[in-house]
């Protein structure tokens, strides 16, 4: 489904927020990793944000994951205080990890993977030329 023009807005606002409040509260080092949100998806309805964050470098995300939710109520209060005036009402905020990431190291890995298999099949073209 397409995302409307409001939907947008609000996603960038919380977005440019959300990434001050972070830096403001320090949660962008977590577990010796580095903490960034990768997106922010609103629901049509405005009631509900879903907040993907990416971990870079974190030993284990799950656990970052659970730092970052204890201090959802902090972030949360924060958050309702800066953007307030501009909705009716706060969404509920859901975090999420986004492993996109991980999925491109996984890519990479197995195209170096491929790319080290074919150097033969070039020799052997070369062969055919002559």
Do not use: C
Request: aromatic share 6%; glycine share 6%.
């Amino acid at each position: 489904m397409q995302e409307g023009k409001r939907q947008k807005q609000v996603a960038g606002l919380l977005n440019e927020e959300l990434n001050e409040i972070f830096r403001r509260l320090g949660i962008t080092m977590v577990d010796g990793g580095m903490v960034s949100i990768a997106g922010v998806k609103v629901t049509p309805d405005l009631l509900e944000a879903r907040i993907y964050l990416s971990f870079f470098k974190v030993n284990n995300p799950q656990t970052a994951l659970g730092v970052i939710e204890t201090k959802a109520w902090e972030i949360k209060r924060e958050l309702a205080a800066r953007v307030g005036k501009q909705l009716r009402r706060m969404p509920e905020i859901k975090y999420y990890v986004d492993d996109t990431l991980d999925h491109v190291f996984k890519m990479e890995d197995l195209f170096k993977k491929i790319n080290e298999d074919r150097p033969d099949q070039s020799d052997q073209s070369s062969d055919e030329k002559q």
